[in-house]
């Protein structure tokens, strides 16, 4: 004869810590469609219920636009601003070389004038050409260097709004996204909150939809008497019962 001892306890089955997901809303809108009933399995990623989109999509839309603007600002930025540092850069050469040729004029009045071959005047006005061409030169520099500055402002500028305006596609495509509910786990519906042609509104927590239970992973919660104990070991075989279904035993541990 096998001579067995059992410890006997009343608890209550409940889902382990995971095994029971509330699946909700992160959007406000209208339910269109729910594909689940209570009792139905489900798996993981499939569509449980969808909300209108018409408004999400119209966001998505205008997002996008503003993003094709902010690549049009930038191609433009690319494409004139080289075109004025270009021509700044001619600009300067031609100054520069225009007051190469008025030192040489200068110099050749001082010749002529030390030789009595030319007048004063004309010595002082070949001196005012020259200032008037380097003053010409120096604003040309300047004008060169606040170009290029700009330039480098303006491209930074249109880059950022650029990127701004993809992050923003980017977040109006995840709020689509939030239309289509999914099964985070698979198990059973176990719950229904929401009703097809309900509207939702998303705030600080969000609404339910449906309860989903993994009926995998069940634990039986119970207390033993303290003298029993010690004759329960992790591991062990156990077997539990419940009122619905009391001459079935179902296995554990």
Known sequence: P?????????????PQVGAEVR????????????????????????????????????????????????????????????????????????WDAT????KKELERQDDLLKKEFSSQQARDQANERLLVAQAQLEASRKELDLVRTRYREDLKQAQAELERARAAIAGAETQLSYAVLQAPISGVIGSVSTQEGETVAAGLSAPTFVTIIDLGRLQVDAYVDEVDIGKVQVGQRAVFSVDAFPALEFEAK
């Open 2 to 14: 096998v001579i067995r001892t059992t410890v006997s306890a009343t608890g209550a089955v409940k």
């Open 23 to 94: 699946v909700g809303s992160r959007v406000s809108g209208r339910v269109v469609r729910l594909h689940a009933n209570i009792k139905d399995q489900v798996k993981k990623g499939q569509v449980i219920a969808e909300l209108e989109r018409a408004e999400l999509e119209a966001a998505l839309l205008e997002r996008r636009a503003e993003g094709r603007v902010a690549e049009a600002r930038l191609t433009a930025r690319e494409q004139v601003f080289p075109q004025e540092v270009e021509k700044g850069e001619a600009d300067l050469r031609r």
């Open 99 to 102: 007051v190469a040729l008025g």
